[in-house]
């Protein structure tokens, strides 16, 4: 059975962004308050979805199933949204490696859905360590980028440093 996993992968969900209306603009780029702005706030609205979704936290395989997809389906609106901010020069390096550091969390949580799938509890238990191991990296990575409420760590704190 799969579910006893599952809080590890909710905690590791908490650490990522959400959907925001396409505030990209084309304007050229965003200053730096204006990225941080409009970034949180992508970040924040991604939070609550996920809250959401652990109100019912799976109990069998095809649940842990559906619950993985959830997150995966919010997790890659954020990045898409994200993707449409066009951060300031001096921010543009540090927001694509936190971009690319999601898209890898998205990855390893496919692979656990992935896992769930074909009943392997251990790799479905394996993927979701390895989000959660990632998640003091991405809060540096969103911090760097001058994102705040990004890719808080498990229980709403910004991560230490």
């Known amino acids: 059975m799969l579910a006893p ?3 590890l992968l909710a905690a590791a969900a908490l650490a990522g962004c959400g959907p925001l209306g396409d505030d990209g603009g084309g304007d050229g780029p965003l200053t730096e308050e204006e990225l941080g ?3 949180d706030e992508v970040c924040r609205d991604a939070q609550e979805r996920v809250a959401e979704v652990q109100r019912d936290p799976p109990t069998s395989r095809q649940e842990s199933i559906r619950f993985a997809e959830g997150l995966i389906a919010i997790f890659e609106d954020e990045v898409a949204r994200l993707e449409a901010l066009e ?3 001096e921010r543009v390096e540090a927001f694509d490696r936190y971009l690319e550091a999601r898209r890898e969390a998205i990855e ?3 692979q656990g859905r992935d896992a ?3 009943d392997d509890p251990q790799g ?4 979701q360590a390895e989000v959660a191991a990632g998640q003091v990296e991405r809060a540096e990575l969103a911090r760097a980028a001058g994102l ?4 808080r760590v498990a229980g709403g704190a910004p991560a230490p440093g």
């Not at 479905?124 to 993927?127: F, L, M, S």
């Not at 705040?148 to 890719?151: E, I, N, R, T, V």
């Open 5 to 7: 996993a599952t809080p």
């Open 37 to 39: 702005a409009r970034g």
């Open 87 to 89: 951060p300031p020069d």
């Open 108 to 110: 390893l949580l496919e």
């Open 116 to 118: 769930a799938q074909g």
């Open 124 to 127: 479905y238990a394996d993927a």
């Open 148 to 151: 705040s409420d990004c890719s």
